[in-house]
Structure formats: C-alpha cells, structure tokens
C-alpha cells in the first residue's frame, strides 16, 4: 500500500483540503478585511501574471539575488582567510558578533541617508543583512575542518588552490550552506522592508500601495505572491544543498 | 601529552584581549575616518559624537520607554509563540498520523516570509503592537515548532517502548519520554527564536510606526539627526546582544552541561 | 622482491632507508614545559617492517608525526635515505588510526586514492593503473565507486591502505591503523599488511599499542619507555617471513618474544 500515491497523498491530502476550506467558507465573504478567495485568486492573474505588478517582480528579485550573491562572495573570501587564522579571528569575532546582533532592518534607514532611494541603497541593505550569518558560518566551518583530514592533506603535500578545493571549501560546506539558508530568509526581509520603508517599485512597494488605496483582494494577492517566493526560494536552496551536501547527508544517515 | 590547564587558560585571555583590541580599533577607524575626511562626517558622524548622542539617550525618558515598549512586544511575541509552538510540537510529535499529514503543510508554511503578514497586520490591528505581535509570533513559532519536531523525532524508540511495557499512558509518555528528550531542541529553538522575534518587533516598529526602538530609528533618520539615528542603531544592537546573552544563559541553566549546549546548533 | 628476508638484500650496504636520530620533542606551552620524547634512536634498512610500541601515553603518536614530518622535532633529525626531511616528504605516505576521519567523504574511494597522486603530477593513464593495482592489492577493486561512508571500518582502512600504497612511498608510516576496528577485520588486515609488505618490498614503520599485533607483525620491535620517551629495546623478532594467523600466534617462540616484551613495557610502565 505505502506506493508513490500514498505518499502523495499524505504530502498533498492537508494542503489540498484547507484550500478547498478557504474557497468555500470565503465564497461569500462580505468582510472587508477578508474578501473571497475566488476575488484574490482573480486579483493575482489581473495584477502579478498580466497585469501592472508583473513588472514590479524583477526589480525586487535582481536587488535580491545582486545583494545575496555580492554577500555570499565577501562571506566566502573573508570566511576562508579568517577561518584559517586564529589571531584574525579573535581580533575580528566580537565586532562582527556584534554587529549580526543588530536587528538587520534597521540599517535600512542608515543607508537610505547615505546612498538615497535607488536600487543601490537597497542591494547594500540586502547585502549587509545577510552576510553576518554567512560570514560567521563559513569561518566557523572552515576552522573546525577535521585534523586528521588535514593532516592527511599534509602528509601527500596537497597545498595551495588544490587544498582549499579538495579540502577545507568542501568540509566547510554544511556550515556554509547554513549560513546561507538564513543568509536568504533574512535576504528576503530586506528586500520588501527596504521596498515597504522607501521605494518606488518593487513587490513590498506595490503591497503596501493595495493597502493604503484599501485595494483588499490585490493587496492579498501580494501577500500570496511573498508566500510564493518564499516557498519557492526554499525549494531552491533545498535542491542545491541536497546537490552541494549528498555525501554530507548519506554520512549522517549512516552514522 | 598535550598542554594542559594553565596555558589554556591565557589562550582564552589573550582571545578576548584581542577581541577588545578588535572592538577599541574599530571605533578608533570610525572615529578617525570621518574627522580625517575620508568619509563625509555629513552621512558618518565621527564616534563622539554618536557616543554623545548615547548619553543624551540615557537621560531621556523617551529612549527608555521605547527600549521598554520594544522589549515588551519581543518578550510577549516570543512567549505565545513558545507556548503554542511546545503544545503543537508535543500534540504532533506524539501522534505519529497527524503529524505525517501536516508535515507538508509546515514545509509549506514555514518559509512564507513573516513580513508579508505586514500590511494585513496594518488593516487589522492598525498602528498597534498587536499588529507587531502577529508578525514576531509568526515568525519565531515555526523556529521553535521546527526544532521541537526534531526533537521529538528524535525520541529513543526503546525509551518510548520501555514506557509503553510498564504502562505509562499516554501522557506520561510525554512527559516522561517525550518531554525530556525535546527539551534541549525546544531550547534552541529557544534561542533562535529569541533572536527572529527581536527583529521582527524591531521591524514592525520601523515600518508600521508602533513605538519602540525602530520606530525612533525611524524618526531621527527623517529628521536627518544621524549621531542619534546611529546611537539608537548601536541600542538595538545592543539589546540583540543581551538577547543572545540570556538565552544562552537559559540554555546553560536548562540543560546543565548536556552535550547539545557544548556543540551548539 | 621475492619472499627472501628482506633485511639479507643489496640495502645492507647503503644508508639505512629511514634514520631516526637523537629524536627529541619538547610542546612548549606558555609558562609551562612538556618534554614528550626524550631520545629516541633507530633506523630501517630498505625493505624492512618494524614495530614501534610502547604503553599508553608513550608518545608514539609524537613520534609518528615527527617522523612524518607533521611535527618539527626539538633536536636530533629524521633521515629519509641518507637525506634529512624538513616536513612531509614525497617519500612517505602515513595510514592514521582514525579511519573515518582520513578520509574525504565528499569524494568515492577511487577519488579518494586517486588525489595524492595528481597533486604528485602523475599522467591519467598511470594515475588509474595505480589506482586500480593498489585497490586490487587491498581487495577493493569493487568498491571504487561507492563513498567511504557506505563502507564498513575494515574496508575503510583498507581504502586508506590504498591511497598510501599508490603513493609509492620509500617508507609507510602507520599509526595504530587498526586500533578501532574489530577483532575479526583487524586479523585480517594484519594480513594484508604482510602480504602487501611481501608484494611490493616498501619499508614500513607500524606503531601500535598492542604487543601481540607487533610480534605477529614485525621483523623487529622497537619498544618504547613511557614519555619522556626513550628507546628501551630493539628486540628482533625470529619468526621467519611467513607468518599466519593461527601457526605463528601458537608457535612457543611468539608466546616467549611476547612475554619479553611485555615485561619490558611493564617496567616502562613503572619507571615513571
């Protein structure tokens, strides 16, 4: 019995009846607040997929995907070369504990002052928020590298470029991917606080005019649309580290 | 035979000397950089004048009632969410059907980003903590939920049937087996969860305008007053630090030295 | 190289393959002293399987590592035929204990023997001929694709025995290879290391705690005091080139050469 169907319909059986419940208990909503699902599943196709958000999407996604990239390369680097030395990381620990300590929003106003309205603002925002985690995962990761797989590095004189390949990026990899799933979600904060905050585009831009013209449906629409790339996002990142960290997971399960 | 306790000991010491080193050179950077004209002191005011700023706070009771108001919204938005995300947990990590069945439901929940809850929040509760409490609880009651699960997944089968064989009902079970052996995830989910709860309270401030600490960041950026806009950044930072201090304190005092407080999630 | 005893060859009458000289290692923690190895002298003619052992806490690992060249002695030298190293050296390939740990488990077996020898700029074609002989030679000409993980501790050691052995080292360090894996599996890798001794003639220096695994094991024993250590006795171990399991362990020379040897490990242990 227990076939590919029954787990589909385990994965699927919840989901799909508390979307059939929403259809049909908001099917004659007369609340304000809380229209039909039917109208917001309409208000998505005419805003998000035809209709003017469609091109507030992009804009939101590439200032993400600019800020997370242009982190996780810093975070790499630094990670690495702090991670390998002692004395640096204690020099440098305690400010940058400090400052991933700070609630990442606010230095959306701080660097609304300092770079204005633009995307620029915004990718820096972004980018500042979530390399903290990154950055401290990866030096985490790369200082508690196995020592007897760096001794056995060492004894087959494997340096250099080869080493940092074949040795330390890949043991340090399940830190790192950690970082980096936090790294997004905290991406992802940013990227519609900056737009809710000041902006004149983007998705969190677009929501909260729906909400300040009292546009319900649309505005729903939108916060589905955040739930969507949310998920989808996870789905993602899920998909690279199951093909960054196999060997990683097939250990565990092992062990 | 390697070394032992005594040079241990000034290892550590010479560690957070040289973290206070590390601290005292970056003020020094920062207050250097702006006086010096490599940075324009108009968007980097120089140290001083921040730390000025600072003292200015301590004496205003404005400051202190938001620190009050922002801790309030953390400290309520965290408990609701720790007490329903244990009760959820324990109720769906023991009855092994109705979790399989919600399982996907979680996956999909959990990842929706609690910031898109804002302009709900906005139209319901209005510029109110209300509204901040459902955006802090939703986002650090999946945290909690998530690690509680781990936790009862991880439950030693023979514990459970050891239980079972001596007749523990059901909800002895869980308080005897379950309980314990969650206890140590609730408490990271704790602990993360304390975090994602300051930042949410922190965020909802400086978007939907309920007082707090945010909300003041807020005002002194529009009213371009940047030593005191950056001392209230520096407080927040502050209290994310104190947060981080004290439930790693309640993770010590909960667990003693259990193995997990050592390895840390 | 036949199954003569290896020590009666042409090797006798160069430098040894592997001298060890006035070995001394002092860790020098802040404020405080720790002399780990006092002096220790011996050395290994090409071709030759010694033991090191000692009791627990005797430094043998210190040793190891100098030797190998992961540590830097405080005086005397490590000879690599006739040359002194300065750090690991191309000459030798070390088997750690931790077998789960010396491997990289982001990569296959044949991955994992196989690394070593790009780093050492071998061509493709004679990197896979070495690959595949030592995999053979260990029995694991199978399990090239699986990941280390999906093999038992045995076969793990046995995939790090390989990688050492394609190395082509002039000596084979090994230290305390079988300590964590069980009884059974470590009979059978003892064997394996005679045969794989026997087979291609490298030079191999064992270090163990276990007195029985180093008599059944060596042409000597090198046995150590308790640190700081020195070398209390080089005891050479007259059991002939074929040894097995069952015959050698009840020969009444193993039980004699055994005895001898763990009295001496004993007054080690009270010395201190």
């Known amino acids: 019995m227990k076939t590919i169907w029954g787990r589909l319909w385990t994965i699927f059986l919840v989901p799909v009846v508390l979307f059939v419940l929403w259809l049909v208990v908001s099917a004659d909503s007369s609340n304000f607040f809380f229209p039909a699902l039917a109208k917001i599943l309409a208000a998505f196709r005419d805003t998000w997929l035809c209709g003017s958000g469609a091109a507030e999407i992009a804009p939101s996604l590439w200032r993400l995907a600019v800020g997370f990239l242009a982190a996780f390369a810093f975070a790499l680097v630094a990670g690495v070369i702090l991670g390998s030395s002692k004395v640096a990381r204690d020099y440098t620990e305690p400010v940058f504990e400090f400052f991933r300590a700070i609630p990442p929003t606010v230095m959306i106003p701080v660097l609304l002052v300092i770079s204005g309205i633009g995307d620029a603002s915004k990718i820096a925002v972004i980018s500042l928020g979530c390399v903290w985690p990154m950055l401290l995962n990866t030096i985490e990761g790369v200082r508690s590298v196995d020592s007897v797989l760096k001794d056995t590095c060492s004894v087959y004189r494997i340096h250099g470029l080869r080493r940092l390949l074949v040795l330390t990026l890949p043991a340090a990899s399940p830190q790192i991917v950690t970082g980096m799933r936090t790294g997004l979600s905290i991406g992802i904060i940013l990227m519609v606080i900056s737009e809710m905050f000041a902006s004149r585009n983007g998705i969190g831009f677009t929501i909260i005019q729906f909400q300040r013209t009292f546009a319900i449906p649309e505005m729903w629409s939108g916060i589905l649309l955040l739930g969507i790339i949310g998920v989808v996002l996870s789905l993602l990142m899920r998909l690279f580290e199951m093909s960054v960290l196999h060997w990683y997971e097939g250990a565990r399960e092992r062990s | ?265 | 190289m036949t199954m003569n005893d290896p020590r009666a060859g042409e090797a006798r009458s160069r430098d040894p393959m592997l001298a060890i000289r006035q070995l001394r290692k002092v860790y020098d923690g802040s404020g405080r002293t720790v002399e780990a190895i006092r002096d220790v002298t011996f050395s290994l003619d090409e071709g030759e399987l010694v033991c090191i052992v000692g009791p627990s806490g005797a430094g043998k690992t210190t040793l190891l590592r100098c030797i190998a060249g992961l540590l830097e002695p405080t005086s005397g030298e490590v000879m690599l035929a006739g040359k002194p190293i300065a750090g690991p050296s191309p000459g030798m390939a070390v088997v750690f204990q931790e077998y789960g740990r010396s491997l990289f488990p982001w990569m296959r077996v044949r991955q994992n023997v196989e690394l070593p020898l790009k780093e050492k700029g071998k061509s493709p074609e004679e990197r896979r001929r070495l690959v595949d002989e030592s995999l053979e030679a260990v029995g694991l000409r199978d399990a090239r694709e699986a990941y280390p993980w999906q093999l038992s501790g045995g076969m793990q050691q046995r995939v790090a025995i390989a990688r050492a052995i394609a190395y082509e080292p002039k000596v084979l360090l090994m230290d305390e290879p079988f300590a964590s894996v069980d009884a059974q599996t470590r009979a059978e890798l003892e064997d394996l290391v005679r045969a794989i001794w026997v087979r291609l003639g490298v030079t191999i220096v064992f270090v163990t705690h276990d007195i029985d695994e180093s008599v059944y094991l060596g042409e000597r024993v090198v046995v150590l005091s308790a640190s700081p250590t020195t070398v209390m006795q080089d005891v050479p171990i007259d059991l002939g080139s074929v040894r097995s399991q069952l015959e050698t362990r009840a020969d009444p020379r193993f039980g004699q050469l055994r005895g001898q040897i763990y009295a001496l490990i004993k007054d080690a242990k009270h010395q201190v």
Do not use: C
């Open chain 2, 1 to 265: 035979m390697a070394p032992t306790k005594t040079p241990l000991k000034t290892v550590t010491r010479s560690a957070k000397f040289r973290g206070l080193v590390g601290f005292l050179a970056f003020l020094a950077v920062w207050e250097i950089l702006p006086v010096a004209g490599v940075l324009p002191a108009r968007y980097f005011p120089p140290f001083h004048e921040v730390l000025a700023a600072m003292a200015l706070n301590l004496a205003s009771p404005i400051f202190w009632q938001s620190v009050l108001y922002t801790t309030e919204a953390w400290f309520l938005g965290l408990t609701i969410a720790f007490v329903a995300a244990a009760l959820v947990g324990l109720i769906l990590g023991s009855i092994p059907i109705l979790w399989r069945y919600t399982e996907s439901t979680i996956e999909f929940l959990r990842p929706i980003p609690s910031v898109a809850l804002i302009p709900l929040a906005v139209l319901m509760f209005g510029i109110d903590v209300k509204s901040a409490l459902l955006l802090i609880v939703y986002a650090a009651f999946w945290q909690i939920l998530i690690q509680i699960l781990y936790g009862v997944k991880d439950v030693d089968p023979v514990a459970l049937d050891t239980a079972r064989v001596y007749g523990l009902g059901r909800w002895s079970r869980i308080r005897y087996v379950s309980w314990p052996t969650a206890l140590p995830y609730a408490i990271t989910g704790f602990r993360l969860g304390a975090s994602v709860a300051l930042v949410l309270a922190v965020t909802a401030e400086l978007v939907i305008g309920n007082p707090g600490i945010g909300h003041q960041v807020a005002l002194a950026q529009s009213a371009m007053a940047l030593p005191e806009m950056y001392s209230l950044v520096i407080t927040a930072g502050i209290m994310g630090v104190l947060v981080n201090i004290l439930a790693r304190f309640i993770e010590r005092k909960a667990l003693g030295w259990h193995q997990s407080t050592r390895s840390g999630a």
